[in-house]
Nanobody
Framework: QVQLVESGGGSVQAGGSLKLSCVTP????????RGWFRQSPGKEREGVAV???????LYADSVKGRFTISRDNSRNTVYLLMNNLKPEDTAMYYC???????????????WGQGTQVTVSS
């Protein structure tokens, strides 16, 4: 069973920063892309950022200029640095491994358990 383990969530005031981490297996067959998704209560899960094996990112418009996704393949870890956080960023954040550079969750077969991010105003 493929396990993805997120960490780094927490509570922060608006304007603050958090850095999420996700440790994955060294190799996941057919799933070289790593993505971050989030889900708020009562809302559908949405793609936040995705990165390919070479390090090229793709961002949702809502986080462009504020969030940075990166990966360290030697550590099998993907990161999400979140700056200038807003209350609307409050959500459970999930790490995922998928087969396309897409923010659509249908491309992702492997998911972590999530880490909570809460931003207060």
């Amino acid at each position: 069973q493929v396990q993805l383990v997120e960490s780094g969530g927490g509570s922060v005031q608006a304007g603050g920063s958090l850095k999420l981490s996700c440790v994955t297996p060294a190799y996941i067959h057919g799933s070289t892309y790593r993505g971050w998704f989030r889900q708020s209560p009562g809302k559908e899960r949405e793609g936040v950022a995705v990165i390919d094996f070479a390090g090229s990112p793709l961002y949702a418009d809502s986080v462009k200029g504020r969030f940075t996704i990166s990966r360290d393949n030697s550590r099998n870890t993907v990161y999400l640095l979140m700056n200038n956080l807003k209350p609307e960023d409050t959500a459970m954040y999930y790490c995922a491994a998928g087969s396309a550079k897409s923010l659509r969750e249908s491309w992702y077969k492997h998911w972590g358990q999530g880490t909570q991010v809460t931003v207060s105003s």
